[in-house]
């Protein structure tokens, strides 16, 4: 930890601080005086948060001073910024919600579309704080498998926010931590395990399908829920692929705002093709700030998001328990890749469509060493059942006996392993 005098930073009204934080450092962030916020979460004034791997905007609308302390790798402050129409897609979006509570109708149903590193996630953020500083109870889903803003990568999920998003955690706070250790927040998961809705679209569009059922079903039952709305974040697929997909969404979750960020065409294309089934399309402006993250950023932001899914972090640690289990009481299974005949080897008129959603049994190894496996809420094996099962958490393999056949699994939970059905997708992580 560092010892040097923190930097101070003044910032006139309007304005943020741009900062970003390598994973090995760790850096504090204090709001000496005055207002200010990250990603639409106020800060408190006097309270030091931490960071550390985080690339982050603190915004001010009427001013403020801040304390840095530690190194940061950039950090600027920008006068120039778009929260001025991101506030003011707010305020229609709250429109609609008061109609909705007066009416007893749905709050907005909101999708947000854009290319990679557009700050669709930040944006979704934002609009969820905002929409929870005015008290309503919004549900967060989100489509991006590839990053996994509330659980693991290569999910699918449903998140009813009823708390601010922590600062320093963002939606981890209440929902990366083991849905049985007594998390408020408790999101909806379901298992796809690759990193792009292309690897495999079939099982993709079966899983979005199948969470949108889920999730009208809790705005059915759930006013607070239902007059506040949904906010949809999505990956950055923009092609052919990408727009069956935008459509899909459209259509299973009733979206009736789309937002596309920072690109024109996606903005012209959305309009044409959706505009007339009364969805109404807004362009936003990509923040300056924007980061675009490479490879090995991103791999490194999973492996921290693996990290504190079993210890934690900082501000709430984690112990996670080591469990031995014999081969034979539990059953991994993977879904299509790996198990797909070659296209001449299938049989006349099925396609290889088919076996995109077959799930495969796969005998437990070596192979297994430090893979992180979703653990399936399901009872039983029923092909058509089991990939439409949601999550009851995950398990890491860290250590793999053959001989004895046995496997050591490091979870969240206490005891026994509960369930018996375990996905394996293409996660790894190594325990540093
Ligand atoms: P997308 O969801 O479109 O891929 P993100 O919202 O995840 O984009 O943003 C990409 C990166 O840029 C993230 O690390 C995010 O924290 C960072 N970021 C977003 N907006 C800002 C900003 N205004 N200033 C600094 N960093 C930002």
Same mark, same amino acid.
């Given at each position: 930890m560092?010892?040097?005098?923190?930097?101070?930073?003044?910032l006139?009204e309007e304005?943020e601080?741009?900062?970003e934080i390598d994973?090995?450092v760790?850096v504090k962030?204090r709001?000496?005086?005055?207002t200010a916020?990250v990603?639409?979460?106020?800060l408190g004034?006097?309270?030091?948060?931490?960071?550390?791997?985080?690339?982050?905007?603190v915004?001010?609308w009427h001013?403020?001073?801040l304390?840095v302390?530690?190194?940061?790798?950039?950090?600027?402050?920008?006068?120039?910024?778009?929260?001025i129409?991101?506030l003011?897609t707010?305020?229609?979006l709250?429109?609609?919600r008061?109609?909705?509570t007066?009416s007893?109708g749905?709050?907005?149903?909101v999708?947000i579309?854009g290319?990679?590193?557009v %700050?669709?996630? @930040?944006?979704?953020?934002?609009?969820?704080? /905002?929409? +929870?500083?005015?008290? *309503?109870?919004?549900?967060? $889903?989100?489509l991006?498998c590839?990053?996994?803003?509330?659980?693991m990568?290569?999910?699918?999920?449903?998140?009813?926010l009823?708390?601010?998003?922590d600062v320093?955690e963002g939606f981890g706070s209440?929902?990366t931590?083991?849905?049985t250790?007594?998390?408020?927040?408790?999101?909806?998961?379901?298992?796809? %395990?690759?990193? @792009?809705?292309?690897?495999?679209?079939?099982? /993709?569009? +079966?899983?979005?399908? *199948?969470?949108?059922q889920? $999730?009208?079903?809790?705005l059915e039952e759930?006013?607070?829920?239902r007059t506040?709305?949904?906010v949809?974040?999505?990956?950055?697929?923009?092609?052919a692929?990408?727009y069956?997909l935008?459509?899909n969404?459209?259509?299973?979750?009733?979206v009736?705002?789309?937002?596309?960020?920072?690109h024109?065409r996606?903005y012209?294309?959305m309009?044409?093709?959706h505009?007339?089934?009364?969805?109404?399309?807004?362009?936003?402006?990509?923040?300056g700030g924007?980061v675009e993250?490479?490879s090995?950023?991103r791999?490194?932001?999973?492996?921290?998001?693996?990290?504190?899914?079993?210890?934690?972090?900082s501000?709430?640690?984690?112990?996670?328990y080591?469990t031995?289990?014999n081969?034979?009481?539990?059953?991994?299974?993977r879904?299509?890749e790996g198990?797909?005949?070659?296209?001449?080897?299938?049989?006349?008129?099925?396609?290889?469509?088919v076996?995109e959603?077959?799930?495969v049994?796969?005998?437990p190894?070596e192979?297994?060493?430090?893979?992180v496996?979703?653990?399936?809420?399901a009872?039983?094996l029923?092909?058509?059942e089991?990939?439409?099962?949601?999550?009851?958490?995950?398990?890491?393999?860290?250590?793999?006996h053959?001989i004895?056949?046995?496997?050591t699994?490091l979870?969240?939970?206490?005891?026994?392993?509960?369930k018996?059905f375990?996905?394996l997708?293409?996660?790894?992580?190594a325990e540093d």
């Open positions: 560092t010892t040097t005098e923190p930097k101070e930073w003044i006139d304005n601080l741009r900062i994973f090995e760790k962030l709001l000496v005086t005055g916020e990603f639409g979460t106020e004034q006097n309270v030091d948060y931490e960071f550390s791997g985080r690339k982050i905007a915004f001010t001013g403020c001073k304390q302390q530690g190194t940061c790798s950039v950090e600027y402050i920008a006068n120039e910024t778009p929260m129409s991101y003011n707010h305020l229609a709250e429109q609609r008061v109609l909705a007066q007893n749905k709050g907005p149903r999708l579309v290319p990679n590193d %700050g669709k996630t @930040s944006l979704s953020k934002m609009l969820l704080s /905002y929409a +929870l500083r005015q008290s *309503r109870q919004p549900i967060y $889903v989100d991006d590839s990053e996994g803003s509330i659980t990568p290569g999910c699918l999920t449903a998140t009813p009823t708390e601010m998003i320093e209440s929902a931590s083991a849905p250790a007594g998390s408020a927040v408790m999101p909806l998961a379901y298992y796809y %395990g690759f990193p @792009s809705p292309k690897d495999n679209s079939k099982l /993709y569009n +079966l899983l979005l399908a *199948r969470l949108a889920s $999730v009208n079903r809790r759930d006013e607070a829920a506040s709305g949904i949809i974040d999505t990956n950055g697929l923009i092609d692929t990408g069956e935008i459509a969404c459209i259509q299973a979750f009733s009736d705002v789309i937002i596309v960020l920072g024109e996606l012209s294309d309009t044409r093709l505009q007339k089934s009364g969805v109404s399309v807004i362009k936003l402006a990509k923040s924007v993250r490479d090995a950023f791999r490194q932001t999973q492996k921290q998001k693996i990290r504190e899914y079993f210890y934690g972090t501000k709430s640690e984690l112990a996670p080591s031995m289990v081969y034979h009481d539990v059953e991994v299974l879904v299509g198990s797909l005949a070659p296209s001449s080897a299938l049989p006349i008129g099925e396609d290889r469509k076996s959603t077959h799930v049994k796969v005998e190894g192979h297994l060493l430090h893979s496996l979703a653990v399936s809420n009872d039983k029923v092909e058509s089991i990939l439409e099962t949601n999550l009851a958490g995950f398990v890491y393999i860290s250590e793999v053959d004895r056949k046995k496997i699994v979870s969240p939970c206490p005891g026994r392993i509960p018996k375990w996905w997708g293409s996660l790894k992580w």
